[in-house]
């Protein structure tokens, strides 16, 4: 059973694995052991914060383990609110229209402007799940405990919830996209551009960025293909959000021009249609699969079980080894999601 939980300094060694095998583009999982070790600890300083009221500077980081080999199947995180210590950048992508009635002329043109338009909003990121453990509702798993959490504690959380997807990039982690920009602005190529994002070292940004808006007809047209289109790998994800409700605002990533995909907290359809349920434990025949979490905070679990929920009296019957992964008891609540 795959289950969910903060993540603790215990797992440094499993979230450079991650890190690791992410692969380029991946910019919150820098294989770096300084910056992973201050993720580590910001989040078990984020769990532990007492009293917390509206979203701050707290990042959570989660891991999902097997619950009986104890191996790290991969890693989820939430940003409660970005942009307020470290800038956050993206290019919002508008069209405008060049026009004279006297020639008859009348041109469409798109445009990228640089900004810090998502500055307070919450970002869902650092979700990668290990090869050997895409299976069964484990994605689903670890990317919708998340909206669990949010659903029980959405005081912790902004309003406005986004996601960056990454972008198009080969193997040996070339970004077309960021090509034309190196080509033209900068000197360092994507890979590099990318592990100084990772590492909190973005004062590079603001100082070659461009910070005239952009024609995207003078991009190359490599560039051009790429604007708002997503990595192989990461397509799986893409799909699962926008069935949540996200979609994308036309604002793209600054290196890649990935998507970033956003929805209100409330319109989350995993958000709207959780519910919560008291705890009965008791083997069970039940064939019905559900994404269910406690509803603690500092001691978070989710899994995905089998149970017998009776919508009548808002009660559900659990296996013991669910209520022990859980960590519930006879009586306490849950919150749920079917699948």
């Known amino acids: 059973m795959l289950v969910v939980r903060p993540i ?3 797992d440094y060694d499993a979230l450079h694995t991650c890190a690791v095998e992410s692969g380029h583009g991946f910019t919150s999982l820098p294989v ?3 910056l992973l070790t201050n993720r580590i600890t910001h989040s078990e300083y984020s769990f532990a914060k007492p009293q917390v009221t509206e979203p701050g500077d707290e990042g959570y980081l989660m891991v999902g383990f097997d619950s009986d080999s104890d191996e790290v199947a991969g890693c989820t995180g939430i940003e409660a609110s970005i942009g307020w210590d470290v ?9 405008i229209v060049h026009s004279s009635p006297k020639l008859g002329v009348n041109n469409v043109v798109k445009l990228l402007t640089f900004g810090n338009n998502y500055t307070g909003c919450s970002e869902i990121c650092t979700l990668f799940l290990r090869e050997k453990f895409r299976g069964g509702l484990n994605g689903r798993l670890m990317s919708k405990c998340r909206f669990l959490m949010m659903a029980e504690h959405p005081h912790r959380f902004s309003k406005t919830v986004f996601a960056e997807m990454r972008g198009v990039s080969d193997e040996e982690g070339n970004s077309p996209f960021w090509q034309w920009l190196q080509e033209n602005f900068f000197s360092i190529d994507f890979t590099m551009a990318d592990y100084l994002t990772g590492i909190g070292k973005k004062g590079f940004i603001a100082d070659l960025m461009p910070k005239l808006p952009i024609y995207i007809n003078l991009l190359s047209p490599a560039a ?8 192989d790998n990461t397509k799986p994800a893409l799909s699962l959000l926008e069935k949540e409700g996200f979609t994308c605002r036309n604002y793209v990533d600054i290196f890649d021009g990935g998507p970033t995909v956003e929805c209100d907290l409330r319109n989350i359809e995993s958000v709207r249609h959780s519910f ?3 705890v009965a434990i008791s083997e069970h025949s039940s064939d019905n699969d559900y994404l269910i979490s406690n509803t603690l905070f500092e001691n978070f679990r989710a899994v995905a079980a089998k149970a017998a929920h009776d919508h009548a009296t808002e009660s559900v019957i659990i296996a013991p080894d669910v209520a022990a992964a859980l960590q519930v008891e006879h009586g306490d609540y849950v919150r749920m999601l079917a699948q």
């Open 8 to 10: 603790s300094m215990s």
């Open 276 to 278: 919560r349920a008291k």
């Open 87 to 95: 800038p956050f950048y993206s290019y919002h992508i508008s069209t």
């Open 32 to 34: 770096n052991q300084e």
């Open 224 to 231: 051009q293909a790429v604007i708002g289109r997503v990595h």
